[in-house]
């Protein structure tokens, strides 16, 4: 459906967006995650045509967003970081004048019109001016106009930030809706957000992709390479002298209970799990372990490691 090649974007010197690689598919719900900064918006308005990249190219459908505009746009809605409204229209004459630029056939355009306005809940509103709706609702109308035409790509950039916590729930129902029949690409700063709604994670940081799968993935392959930690009836310098001849230990954070035993937290270098070879490694020093237990890394620690240096 989407292909980014070698995307990227640099603002005078700053490399905002550097060398991004991904596929998107159809049917699915990805979720653009990173901090603050780390170049969401600038993809998304890539993306959708709005920006023009430094290098790299963007294939929507197999069309070149640069070099067929406006196929590539067909494909897509896009509701921006700031929801491009018009304040003195109402909510009405700007969806309408939406679909007028989107150039949906005048036979359908009312009907289109009812629909999006049902499905974000606007009809309530549909005669105020944008300018005094709340944040809630110009981000609906914002989704309104991203939704017309029904595109089967739909690409929204931070569709709940400043929103309730009901509203957020509202609106995240609609994107379960709408990824029934469109593809959907949303980001956010918010891994529970991510977590909540979409079947592929693309974690984002400095411009890179840092990592690219579902959630369940993302969380199987790295959780491995969270602490192990120890406890025996020894002494700490013994068990600290044991464990830094291990080559597969990264580093180690000792202490001495209260009941004298030790206890140890270890972090392998590597992805896989070291609970047997330290079992081994004790074992063959006469050392019964009292304890051996992998602390899992959660979903949240992975993002910070991957987005914090
Ligand atoms: P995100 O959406 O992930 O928060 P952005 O894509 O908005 O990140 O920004 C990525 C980086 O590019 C940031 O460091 C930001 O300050 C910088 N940036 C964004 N837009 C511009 C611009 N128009 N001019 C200069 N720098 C920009
Ligand atoms: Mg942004």
């Known amino acids: 459906m ?3 090649r070698h995307l990227t974007k640099r603002y005078g010197k700053h490399l905002a967006v550097d060398d991004l690689n991904f596929t998107v598919e159809k049917g ?10 780390a170049g969401k918006s600038t993809t998304m308005n890539i993306m959708t045509g709005y920006l023009g990249a430094t290098k790299g190219e963007v294939l929507i459908d197999g069309h070149d967003i640069l070099k067929e505009p406006e196929e590539a746009k067909r494909c897509i809605g896009y509701l921006p970081e700031q929801p491009p409204v018009y304040p003195e229209m109402t909510v009405e004459e700007y969806l309408r004048f939406a679909a007028e630029l989107k150039k949906i056939p005048g036979a359908e355009r009312e009907a289109q019109l009812e629909r999006v306005m049902c499905l ?3 009809e309530g509103v549909k005669g105020r001016l944008t300018a005094n709706l709340s944040k809630g609702y110009r981000q609906r109308a914002g989704l309104a106009q991203a939704i017309l035409g029904f595109p089967p790509i739909i690409i929204l950039d931070e569709p709940t930030v400043g929103l309730d916590p009901a509203q957020i729930i509202e609106i995240r129902q609609l994107i379960r809706r709408l990824a029934k029949d469109h ?3 949303l980001s956010s700063h918010i891994l529970a957000e991510i977590r909540e709604v979409c079947s592929h994670i693309l974690i984002i940081s400095e411009g890179k992709l840092v990592a690219s799968d579902t959630p369940e993935n993302l969380e199987r392959t790295m959780s491995g390479t969270g602490h192990v930690e120890i406890e025996a009836r020894e002494e700490k310098h013994k068990v600290e002298e044991i464990l830094s001849r291990m080559d597969e230990i990264r580093s180690v954070d000792c202490e001495v209970l209260e009941d004298g035993t030790v206890k140890a937290r270890i972090e392998a270098k590597g992805a ?3 609970r047997e070879q330290l079992f081994l490694t004790f074992a063959g020093e006469g050392i019964p372990l009292r304890t051996l237990r992998l602390e899992k890394r959660t979903l949240e620690e992975i993002f910070l490691k991957l987005t914090q240096n």
């Open 183 to 185: 593809t959907v690409i």
């Open 2 to 4: 989407i292909e980014v």
């Open 272 to 274: 896989e799990d070291i």
């Open 120 to 122: 974000t809940g606007l």
């Open 28 to 37: 699915q719900i990805y979720g653009f995650l990173g901090p603050n900064g």
